[in-house]
C-alpha cells in the first residue's frame, strides 16, 4: 500500500509539470494587446454595438478586450446614468482605449483615467459623439473637456448635425471613399449608405484639427439646413473619418455610429481595419480588409433617447 501511494504522489507530481497543462498558456494570453471599450451615450446603442465590434477584434485581431458600461446603482447597464462608468481603472493597463461617449459628466476618480489614457501616447479609436465625450456644466475646472479635450484628442468638438428625419426608416448619408486617398485602413472597404445623419466637422466658422488625414466623406442625403440657408456655413458633405495625432499617439476616428450602420459589413470593417491601424499594424491589414462577418448575431434597437435602450440588463448581457 506505501508503494501504491508513492506512485500515486509521483504522478501527481509529474502531471503538475507537464508544459501542456491549461495554465501554461496564460502568459500568452498576457502578452495579446489588451483593449478597453469605454461605451456611455443615451442615443446610439453602443453598449450594443462595441461588444459586437469587441468581440470581431478577439477574432480577428487576436486581442484581450474589455467593455465598460454606464451604470445604474443596481448594476444595470442604463446609459441615461452620465455620471458612472465603473471599472475605468482597466485603462491603467491597457493598449488601446476605444471610446463612444456622450456628455458624461463622470466623477474625478473615473474621468483620470480616460483623462491619463489619453495622456499616455498609446493608441485610440473614437465613434460618432465621442466628439462631445464629457459635459461639465458651470464647472470652470473641467470645461475644456467640452470642447477642447475632444478636438485635441478626437479631430473636432460638437457643433451640429444635418437633421434626424425619421431616425432608422432610411439612410440619411450617403459615405464614399475621398478620391486619390490610399490607406490601409480603407482596405476592402467601400462606399454605403449610412443611418448616421451626417456631422458638420469642417466648413465655415468651423476648422477640423489639421492633423487629421481625412479616410472618407459624407454627403447628406437630407439636411434640415437647407430649409434655412446655411449651407455656406454647413455644407451637405464633410468628411466622417480620419486619422490623427495626438500628443504621438495615433488616433482613428469615425463620426458614423448609428447602431444600424453597423448592420453594414462596410463599417465593421473599416472599424477592424482603424483599430488595427491604431495598434500598428498597417502591414497586417488583409488586402482586402479583415472578415467583417459579425460572431453571434447583432440585433441592436434603434437609436433614441429615453428607454430605447434594452432596459434590466447586466453588463454580462451584452
Known amino acids: ?35 478597453v471599450f469605454v461605451t456611455g451615450d443615451e442615443e446610439y446603442r453602443s453598449e450594443e454595438s462595441m461588444p459586437m465590434l469587441a468581440r470581431l477584434a478577439e477574432r480577428e485581431l487576436g486581442v484581450r478586450t474589455k ?10 447597464v442604463n446609459p441615461n446614468v452620465t455620471d458612472n462608468i465603473p471599472g475605468l481603472e482597466a485603462l491603467d493597463s491597457a493598449d488601446m ?81 475621398i478620391p486619390r486617398t490610399k490607406s490601409p485602413i480603407l482596405n476592402g472597404v467601400s462606399g454605403f449608405p449610412a443611418y448616421s445623419w451626417l456631422y458638420h466637422v469642417d466648413g465655415g466658422k468651423w476648422t477640423i484639427n489639421p492633423n487629421t488625414k481625412h479616410l472618407l466623406t459624407g454627403t447628406s442625403l437630407r439636411s434640415n439646413h437647407q430649409d434655412g440657408g446655411r449651407l455656406d456655413q454647413f455644407p451637405l458633405s464633410n468628411p466622417v473619418a480620419w486619422t490623427n495625432d495626438y ?10 455610429g448609428h447602431p444600424y450602420d453597423w448592420k453594414n459589413a462596410n463599417m465593421r470593417k473599416l472599424a477592424l481595419n482603424g483599430i488595427a491601424w491604431a495598434l500598428g499594424r498597417a502591414d497586417k491589414i488583409p488586402a482586402n480588409g479583415y472578415n467583417a462577418k459579425v460572431v453571434g448575431t447583432y440585433l441592436p434597437n434603434n437609436s433614441g433617447f429615453g428607454e430605447k435602450f434594452k432596459t434590466g440588463r447586466k453588463p454580462e448581457a451584452f
Not at 467593455?67 to 444595470?76: I, P, Q
Not at 474621468?111 to 464629457?134: C, D, Y
Not at 500628443?247 to 458614423?256: N, S
Open 247 to 256: 500628443k504621438g499617439a495615433p488616433v482613428f476616428f469615425t463620426t458614423l
Open 67 to 76: 467593455v465598460l458600461f454606464a451604470l445604474d446603482s443596481a448594476g444595470y
Open 1 to 35: 500500500m506505501k508503494h501504491f501511494f508513492s506512485a500515486i504522489t509521483a504522478l501527481v507530481l509529474l502531471c503538475s509539470c507537464n508544459p501542456s497543462t491549461e495554465p501554461a498558456a496564460a502568459p500568452e494570453e498576457d502578452n495579446k494587446p489588451y483593449i
Open 97 to 177: 482605449m476605444v471610446c463612444f461617449l456622450r456628455w458624461r459628466n463622470l466623477p474625478d476618480d473615473q474621468a483620470k483615467h480616460i483623462l491619463n489614457f489619453a495622456e499616455s501616447g498609446k493608441p485610440m479609436v473614437g465613434f460618432r459623439t465621442s466628439t462631445h465625450a464629457f459635459m461639465y456644466k458651470d464647472d470652470s475646472l473641467r470645461q475644456h473637456l467640452n470642447n477642447d479635450w475632444p478636438t485635441a484628442v478626437f479631430g473636432q468638438q460638437w457643433i451640429t448635425h444635418h437633421g434626424h428625419f425619421e431616425d432608422g426608416h432610411d439612410p440619411l448619408t450617403k459615405v464614399e471613399l
